[in-house]
């Protein structure tokens, strides 16, 4: 069973940076992709960033294109979410998932089998 455990969330002022990491112990268990998720109160949870295993090749929100960038570091089966130039509406709960896709698009929520409990992230103005 994969575990994947969020930490680096805070509070930050408009214009500041964060580094969200996310550690999947149990290994990864067949998981193709990792991805990033947001969820803002009262609204879906929706999709960030994402980055397969094998190859690296990344996708992302285009509200985050050019502020954020995710990574892994196989060795340690931990996936990051760095992010830049931070604006209010960056505001939200942030999950980590892994999952084989089943054949789904990689920013598709329904692809990942496994979560972890969500980290805040509040950027202030």
């Known amino acids: 069973q994969v575990q994947l455990v969020e930490s680096g969330g805070g509070l930050v002022q408009a214009g500041g940076s964060l580094r969200l990491s996310c550690v999947a112990s149990?290994?990864?268990?067949?998981?193709?992709?990792m991805g990033w998720f947001r969820q803002a109160p009262g609204k879906e949870r929706d999709f960030v960033a994402a980055?397969?295993?094998?190859?690296?090749?990344?996708s992302y929100a285009d509200s985050v294109k050019g502020r954020f960038t995710i990574s892994t570091d196989n060795a340690k089966n931990t996936v990051y979410l760095q992010m830049n130039s931070l604006k209010p509406e960056d505001t939200a709960v942030y999950y980590c998932?892994?999952?084989?896709?089943w054949g789904r698009g990689i920013s598709d929520v329904r692809g990942y089998d496994y979560w972890g409990q969500g980290t805040q992230v509040t950027v202030s103005s």
């Open positions: 149990g290994g990864t268990l067949g998981t193709v992709a």
């Open positions: 998932a892994g999952g084989r896709l």
């Open positions: 980055i397969t295993w094998k190859t690296g090749t990344t």
